[in-house]
């Protein structure tokens, strides 16, 4: 596993002091903005001085880059967060984790497929599941649907709702 997470990119420099804008690829602005530390994927560390949301995005001031020359050679590097630097709450996942889960009935150990995405709509997220034959199902993030997460193990078990999953062939 990955100790380093995309959180975001710099997309462009902001007024005459070497600010940057970053576009957050995390939960909101403001998670991005609680960072002294972010990385680039090499690992290096990244000192962050200020940061601040403006809207959507996020205004950074990282230590060493002073003027809007220094800021414009960052332009479109990934930042990165590491996992040591977040303490997730009970049930909660980072959706790299959650990519690659092979999803299987709870109850009786049927296999759907593999989740291979998370879109985040805002009520709950929904796991894109891809089965064997390569037919996409979608299903919520809700307690009522995921009965277990083992992302140690690579296994998510649901019980699905009714007519989820009908006329999908049965996999052995």
């Known amino acids: 596993m990955n100790n380093l997470l995309e959180a975001g990119k710099i997309v462009s420099v902001f007024g005459i002091k070497g600010e940057v804008k970053v576009q957050p690829w995390c939960d909101s602005p403001e998670f991005l903005c609680e960072f002294d530390t972010l990385y680039y994927k090499s690992g290096t560390p990244v000192e962050i001085e200020k940061s601040r949301r403006a809207k959507n995005i996020v205004v950074m001031k990282i230590k060493g880059v002073d003027t809007v020359e220094e800021a414009q ?3 479109n590097r990934v930042l990165y967060i590491s996992r040591d630097d977040v303490e997730l709450d009970e049930g ?3 959706i ?7 999803v299987v009935d709870a109850d009786s150990g049927r296999v759907y497929g593999t989740i291979t995405d998370v879109t985040e709509t805002g009520a709950n997220d929904v796991y894109h599941i891809k089965a064997q034959d390569g037919k996409m199902y979608y299903i919520p993030a809700i307690p009522q649907v995921v009965a277990e997460t083992d ?3 690579g296994i998510m078990k649901i019980t699905p709702l009714e007519g989820l999953f009908e006329g999908m ?3 052995r």
Do not use: M, P, S
């Open 73 to 75: 050679k960052i332009r």
């Open 92 to 94: 909660c996942y980072f």
């Open 96 to 102: 790299a984790d959650l990519i690659g889960l092979e």
């Open 151 to 153: 992302t140690e193990n």
């Open 169 to 171: 062939e049965e996999v």
